[in-house]
């Protein structure tokens, strides 16, 4: 058999008319196949899925790869022919879902006929169709289409506000005592005598953890809670109102409802129900421990009477350094970029017994290292790693899909998109980093499927985030961290230091709990019934749900880009950390490289991709049904 081949990716200067050409094949392709399929769709039940998983296939290699380039190219001019070409192969995939000849095809194939995973493939499918419409009439089915067209422009819009709406603080040199010497060195003052600091991670959360002045600290606040304000506070409007005329016209009473029918959680007010749960455990310890930065507050402003955001980074890395004996700016001397990502790739290598060899590939930027992933000696993916801040790429952290795995076609590849320092890393840095790594992990594991349905990171959405959320586990251990944590010296981060920066992470679980509750309900509540002041329900549920206050005049829901990508779903972060809890319980802390429990993980868990409900891979993992115990046993710690 001929060894599977990944795609080729174009040079700087053809990298447009590829994008272009990528965009229109897909779709040309597509459509000549849909309309084989209606011609003349096959006779038996099998081939019918078969050509189905073509259709779909044509469509996920082009949305993939126009998806990745119109979020990270370096040319505006890319990105905006790729949104383009994104916008023509999502109108087509709506058409497509509510195209009736097409349902009554897969309707018509007999399920007894199939083995159980492409049952399962028919039933998802013929699901899909429902949701799209194709069970409306002409009419609604038109106005379906409208808003899909709709919603994705205003989606990218939203998307392309906060990437390319970088701000940034001028201050004094001075007003930035307290930063570590090699930021400061990257930040030399301009002509003017000023230093420019911008919003993007690897300058303000820095800034925000040790810069001693509080006038500086609340300035980049200010800055980052504004960033795409005003314009995306619009643009958000916009989107919420169609999605909730999108989901009333498919018979759903909210966007909410219409989406967590998918998911783990099944319903909207479900996810009500989970984050007061989460709210009402965490509210002891966020409580315990907000009092605790208050009374370090104090010591510098004897007349506060609360803190808020300004101040909750800065005197929460106080607090461990004077209380834990953890100091942030000597932890960060032992995570130098290079090591951090080649210790990485040989952890994750040894967890999952599989290989990384760099590859001189064409990538679209010169930053973006390749790999091919290996197990046994075969390919079985390849990797790109874009990991610097530079203008006009995604602003956050985030797993992309470069190609699905189908198994015997075609290899997975996968894009991780960070923003990180070149140099020194927080060790929260390190820990994020091992986590959307487990994100690229799963969707090449799990990229070894005959369904392009069901490959790759293919599960319920509120379980995504739970095989990364796990993986983080590994960035805290001693003895993972002592194979690559090293100093300039060539010293190994100390185990008691380990041991003290575990202690000082849990100071502050509580808060950060709440906090992320506020984050929650205000993903379900905007998509839940319209408001004309979208800032007027950022304070509300602040005030409700976090234990700190908002900060007058910013506007935190213009730059939260999850309100879009997870629109009413980001409480999935928190229900997965609940099973990622629970599926870590499996592991003996002592022994985290244990081939058995490890290898049984990795083909129980993410080999699967979607081929079965993720309650159901985790109990195969675990051999009972996940629980909330460990979650809640870890919280009262």
Known sequence: MTELQPQALPTAEDAEDWVRAVGDGGLTSARSLV???????????????????????????AASVVGVYSEVHPSATVREAAEAAMQELDAFATELGMDVRV??????????????DARRL????????????????DATRARLAE???????????????????????????????????????????????????????????????????????????MERLNVAWPANDAVLQRLLGLRAEHAQLLGYPTWADYDAEVKMIGNASAIGEFIDKITDAATDSALRDKEVLLRRLQQDQPDATDIGSPDVTYYSELVRKEDYAVDAQQVRTYFSFPKVRQGLLDVTGRLFGIG??????????????????????????????DLH??????????QFDLRPGVRGRQ?????????????????????????????????????????????????????????????EEWAWDADVLATFATNEA??????????????????????????????????????????????????????????????????????????????SGYYTYMWSLVIAKDMFSAFDRERLFDAEVAGRYRDRVLVPGGRKDAADLVADFLGRPYTFDAYASWLAE
């Open 389 to 398: 801040p530079r203008d006009g790429k995604f602003k956050h952290a985030a």
């Open 490 to 567: 060539g010293e190994t981060i100390p185990a008691d230091l380990v041991e003290r920066m575990r202690k000082a992470d849990d100071f502050g679980k509580g808060f950060q709990a709440r906090t992320q509750m506020f984050y929650a309900a205000l993903s379900l509540g905007l998509y839940l019934r319209p408001y004309d002041d979208l800032t007027a329900v950022v304070r509300e549920l602040q005030a409700k749900y976090s234990v700190f206050p908002y900060l007058p005049d910013t506007h935190f829901h213009c730059a939260f880009g999850h309100l879009d990508g997870y629109s």
């Open 411 to 471: 290899l997975p590849e996968g894009v991780l998109v960070c923003n990180f320092s070149r140099g020194l890393m927080e060790h929260d840095d390190v820990v994020t980093l091992f986590h959307e790594f487990g994100h690229l992990i799963h969707h090449v594991l799990g990229g070894d499927q005959d369904w392009v349905r069901f490959s790759g990171v293919a599960t319920e959405w509120d379980f995504v985030e739970a095989p990364s959320q796990m993986l």
């Open 147 to 221: 808003l899909a067209e709709l919603e994705l422009k205003a989606s990218q819009e939203h998307s392309k506000n906060i990437r390319e709406g970088v701000r940034q603080i001028r201050v004094q040199p001075e007003a930035l005592a307290g930063l570590p010497q090699d930021w400061l060195d990257a930040h030399p003052a301009e002509a003017d005598g000023l230093v420019a600091v911008t919003t993007d991670y690897p300058d303000s959360i820095p800034l925000m953890t040790f810069a001693q002045d509080p006038q500086t600290r609340r300035a980049m606040s």
């Open 122 to 137: 028919r039933d998802h499918a013929l699901r899909d169709f429902r949701r799209s419409g194709v069970d409306r009439d």
């Open 356 to 385: 990384f060899t760099p590859v001189d590939a064409q990538t679209w930027d010169e930053d973006v290292a390749a790999y091919d992933v290996t197990r046994d000696g075969q390919r079985i993916g390849r990797i790109y790693l």
């Open 103 to 116: 349902f009554e095809i897969i309707d018509g194939v007999d399920a007894d006929a199939l083995d159980e």
């Open 35 to 61: 309309e084989a399929f209606k011609a003349q769709p096959p006779a038996e039940p099998v081939a019918v899925l078969q050509a189905w998983n073509d259709i779909q296939l044509a469509l996920g290699n």
